[in-house]
């Protein structure tokens, strides 16, 4: 099983892929420090429109890396909240979108949940 997880609560644009099976993972991240330094902090409209244009690049770049077809991918996991509501629709569009396409399933996941969760993987 292969999970695709998107993350898109902020200004920083991450996905991962989970190999569950081989305990393995890849991930790539975008940030835009760079685009919200000269305002002194997060503009959310130029965080959520960052997403939009990047998110397709993201995934084709993370999946040329590992090396995995869009066919492995068994499900979806996207930031559902809390975070910048427009980033977070920006990420949950795109993950509901692609997993209706590729006719997997999409979960949502609350941010916080998640890492206090991470702690766990790994673990039997």
């Known amino acids: 099983m292969i999970t695709l997880g998107i993350e898109t609560s902020c200004d920083e644009c991450g996905l991962a892929l ?58 979806v996991a996207y930031t559902a909240g809390p975070g910048l509501i427009g980033a977070l629709l920006a990420g949950s569009v795109f993950a509901c979108s692609y997993a209706s396409a590729l006719r997997i ?3 949502p996941v609350h941010h916080l949940e998640a890492h206090l969760l991470i702690g766990l993987m790994g673990q039997s």
């Open 18 to 75: 989970i190999d569950w099976e081989r305990r393995h993972a890849w991930q790539v991240l975008r940030s835009q420090v760079d685009l919200h330094k000269v305002y002194g902090g997060v503009v959310p409209e130029i965080a959520a429109r960052d997403h939009v244009e990047h998110l397709p690049k993201l995934l084709k770049h993370l999946l040329a890396e590992s090396g995995i077809a869009q066919d492995q991918i068994s499900n």
């Open 105 to 107: 399933p999409a979960i």
